[in-house]
């Protein structure tokens, strides 16, 4: 039973057309992660929300945004894509809680034309 | 500031032979460790983690890590390598709030007959 679901999971779009990644969870879980992973890289934390708190990375672009509706979903908005942007975006949930395990969705690679 | 790394960034092993990928983590107060599993074009899965108590923790597919704070690593190993084990391998540690996690770099692992 899938847990943590992202759609679609491939996105092409063209450069500077805004485009939005969408995550939702079934684990009722308090915290929602967006990573970005480019090729043969770690996952890259962009921000994360703790209910409707939201946490940017220090080193996150303005560039991304994100939005969390509700308990169980979250998008991730890229206003203006550039090529540098094509990557792998992963969505994760976790309680929240150290030591708890962060469970993953499949992730939506983005092309960007 | 935690980090991650993680020594070799390609292992190579024949199927049926000894898997050993190599983390080692930096961290001012006791840390809670992960390895994740990631196959191509997939989110990352748990293979397991060290939280508090036994040192040597066992995962899914028979995967186990020993936590050594002496060494301050945190190695995976599988006795007996299968080619379904082909895939990229992430070391990672809890950081702060909100379980937000520092992955290392990653360790490709290709099995070979």
């Known amino acids: 039973d899938a847990m943590v679901i992202q759609n679609p999971r491939y996105q092409v779009t063209q450069f500077g057309k805004p485009v939005t990644l969408s995550c939702s969870q079934t684990l009722n879980h308090n915290v929602m992660y967006w990573y970005q992973q480019k090729s043969s890289q770690a996952p890259k934390l962009l921000f994360h929300?703790?209910?409707?708190?939201?946490?940017n990375e220090a080193d996150t672009p303005d560039n991304f945004q994100s939005r969390r509706p509700n308990t169980s979903f979250c998008f991730l908005d890229i206003r203006s894509p550039g090529l540098g942007d094509a990557a792998m975006y992963l969505c994760?949930?976790?309680?929240?809680?150290?030591?708890?395990?962060?469970?993953f969705g499949p992730g939506t690679r983005l092309l960007v034309l | 500031a935690q980090s991650v790394t993680q020594l070799g960034s390609h292992v190579s092993v024949s199927e049926g032979a000894l898997v050993l990928l190599r983390c080692n983590y930096s961290s001012s107060v006791p840390p809670y460790l992960f390895w994740y599993v990631q196959y191509p074009n997939q989110g990352l899965q748990l293979l397991l983690k060290y939280t508090t108590g036994a040192t040597l923790v066992k995962g899914i597919n028979g995967f186990e890590a020993e936590f050594k704070k002496s060494e301050t690593s945190f190695h995976l190993t599988k006795p007996s390598a299968h080619m379904s084990d082909a895939a990229e391998y992430f070391c990672a540690v809890s950081e702060g709030g909100y379980n937000k996690l520092i992955f290392g770099a990653g360790t490709r692992l290709a099995v070979h007959p």
């Open positions: 994760a949930t976790s309680t929240g809680q150290g030591g708890e395990t962060q469970y």
């Open positions: 929300y703790y209910d409707k708190d939201f946490n």
